[in-house]
């Protein structure tokens, strides 16, 4: 995929290609913050596949923000998000690395994500990173 490529204004959303091309568009699609303390996001059907069975693992994801700079564009959100459909990862990695994806896209005073696996074999999974400037 070219390397000047975003996502379009209208119109279906392309597959993402990988969780770095994601990660990308994630900072790309960033804009300048307005005045306001907190922005969250809740991600209801997310979808990554577990790295030791190649099942997938169906859950929810909530970030919640407080900008510095820029601000993260949703469809972005929603194309990084997809980026990890077919992508093998722990539900115990992913708040942290969605938590630092975040961070290198809009460095924000503060993030918090939240990732809620939903339950396989009778168990439920919940976990949860946060990232502060300067830290």
């Known amino acids: 995929m070219a390397e000047d490529y975003y996502l379009p204004r209208s119109g279906p959303m392309p597959r993402p290609e990988s969780v770095e091309e994601g ?22 059907e997310f979808t990554a596949v577990c790295p030791k069975t190649g099942q997938p693992d169906f859950g929810t994801v909530e970030v919640s923000y407080t900008p510095r700079h820029k601000c993260i564009e949703s469809k972005s959100f929603k ?25 290198s896209a809009i460095e924000p005073e503060s993030v918090y994500v939240t990732v809620n696996q939903t339950p396989r074999g009778g168990i439920e999974l919940t976990t949860e990173a946060e990232r502060h400037a300067g830290s």
């Open 23 to 44: 990660q990308r568009i994630l900072a790309e699609e960033a804009f300048d913050a307005p005045d306001v303390s907190r922005i969250t996001f809740r991600a209801l």
């Open 79 to 103: 194309f990084y998000l997809w980026s990890y459909r077919d992508h093998g990862a722990f539900c115990e990695s992913l708040a942290a690395q969605i938590a630092d994806d975040i961070v």
